[in-house]
DNA sequence: TTCATTTTCCTAATATGATTAGGCTGGAGA
DNA sequence: TCTCCAGCCTAATCATATTAGGAAAATGAA
């Protein structure tokens, strides 16, 4: 009379990680708990420590997920495509993607700790993905710097404040973000500009 | 021979939140704990019950405090300038109090809960007194909008990268949001000049 | 298959931080 | 002086993270 043997969870890293999205993205990365996690699982609490080191191993994984993720679909938004349309789709690739899973965005926010290879390779991965796209531009010296902060500030501050809900309006978001990509492509392309008409007529001021 | 009498510690409301405030712009909005708090006032813990309902409470007022601050810090700048050098001012002010108060800032980035009226009303009066400044440009229905989010994102974008220190590149951060602020203007200008041609030639597309 | 090893889960215990309960007291005002 | 209360305290409760130590499933070699 078969007794119901104890089905193991069979939990592992890579299901763990999953289960942890799926919380943060529906509940935000502030109410994530173990306990949760556990209760999502279908396991007792402190089994989840065969699998990480802790909450905050947990954060850091999501973390690396997202900036992965990240890299990967702005890579991808961007190819093929050259110079404005190419920055325009990294624009709509990070919001689209943050918007799809806000808890992973906020988990990938926060500055990898100092001895972190990892994670901070995974930051520099993203850098280095928007950095190719804007060499088109022949950017000189620490322009570039100012154009991918520019382009990091607009992207992060237009959905960090559209995720938190800060923008009631009825007004359409998406018209919004497009004027703002609209004035960062303007002023790039002035860069741009300038810099040609730097190379024939002599030395910049 | 006078036993020293046990000297109370008057802690109010107000003490209480400029404790938090310390405490918050030293080390972080997320390590503020009321054992914390209580040890900065020289309390037990639980007597800071009597001042403020819970840890909630505390981050609300600071973030109340914040958003005060920061209209009045704003309104200041803007005051006596006009179209761009008021706006610009502002942008510079907003940074500027960010970084002299980086916890009081984060602070006040949640969004405000559904019910609190005042907390509500202390993001409201920010705004207004943003949109007072962007009143100078004529804009036209939405663009309003758009503008004032445009202001705020690349605002709080730039200024949360670099109190989060994401910003690590020895470039000068000054000048990189220096850029930021020219590709607004140029676009917020661009914007009134084609008001002023639709305005003589007919109807808006 | 059988047995030893490893993995993964469990219960029980500990630690820390928030919060509540309830009592004591200094000091303001009658 | 007496009364009362705001504001402090200790003790207790609760929730969550984490550690300790043990049992059983899974794995893999003989």
Redesign the interface.
Same mark, same amino acid.
């Given at each position: 009379m078969a007794i119901k043997a104890k089905p193991r969870m069979r939990v592992d890293q890579e299901r763990l990680v999953e289960a942890a999205a799926d919380l943060v993205n529906r509940n935000g990365l502030d109410n994530l708990s173990m306990n949760e996690l556990a209760l999502a699982l279908g396991v007792r609490t402190p089994s989840l420590y065969s699998h990480v080191e802790g909450l905050d191993d947990v954060r850091r994984l999501l973390a690396l997920r997202g900036l992965e993720n990240l890299d990967r679909y702005i890579a991808r938004a961007a190819l093929g495509k050259s110079s404005d349309a190419a920055v325009r789709a990294i624009f709509l690739a990070f919001r689209e993607l943050a918007l799809a899973s806000p808890g992973v965005y906020a988990a990938a /926010?926060?500055?990898a700790p100092r001895g972190d290879r990892e994670w901070n390779a995974a930051k520099d991965q993203v850098t280095k993905t928007i950095l190719t796209v804007l060499s088109g531009y022949g950017l000189e010296g +620490?322009e570039e710097?100012? %154009?991918l902060?520019?382009l990091? #500030?607009? $992207?992060? @501050? !237009?959905v #960090? /404040?559209e995720t #938190?809900? $800060?923008?009631k309006?009825p %007004? +359409?978001?998406d018209? #919004?973000y497009e004027? /703002?990509i @609209? $004035? !960062?492509l303007?002023? /790039?392309n002035?860069l741009k500009k300038s810099k040609r008409k730097t190379r024939k007529g002599g030395g910049k001021s």
């Open positions: /926010l926060p500055t +620490d710097i100012h %154009v902060r520019g990091r #500030s607009i $992207a992060h @501050g !237009f #960090s /404040l #938190s809900g $800060a923008l309006n %007004v +359409d978001r018209e #919004s004027w /703002l @609209g $004035a !960062f303007t002023s /790039l002035e």
